[in-house]
């Protein structure tokens, strides 16, 4: 519409914020507004859930700085970016 006399109905064109409810893993209701369909959301995937979250043995993003350690000293020689390490 660009160079057009025609007004623009903003209103129209985004959609209406409701009441919503999200249902957590644990039973927990956090209620916000939204302008997904329906007035609940149950959440089968979430902070409680999600192996991002958890401190779990196999999880890469809750490492332990022993592990860092260890891979540090393992490939303490080694340069990724081409300058030599003295």
């Known amino acids: 519409m660009v160079g057009s006399n025609k007004k623009f109905d903003m209103a129209a064109l985004h959609p209406k914020y409701k009441e919503h409810t999200f249902i957590t893993t644990t039973g927990e ?8 369909g329906g007035s609940e959301t149950t959440l089968y ?9 958890k401190k ?4 890469y993003v809750n490492q332990s700085a022993t ?15 081409g300058k030599k390490k003295s």
């Open 56 to 59: 779990t043995k196999d999880n």
């Open 29 to 36: 209701k956090i209620e916000t507004r939204s302008t997904v």
């Open 67 to 81: 592990e860092i350690s260890k891979f540090n000293n393992k490939f303490k020689g080694l340069d990724f970016l």
């Open 45 to 53: 995937i979430d902070i409680h859930t999600h192996p991002a979250w």
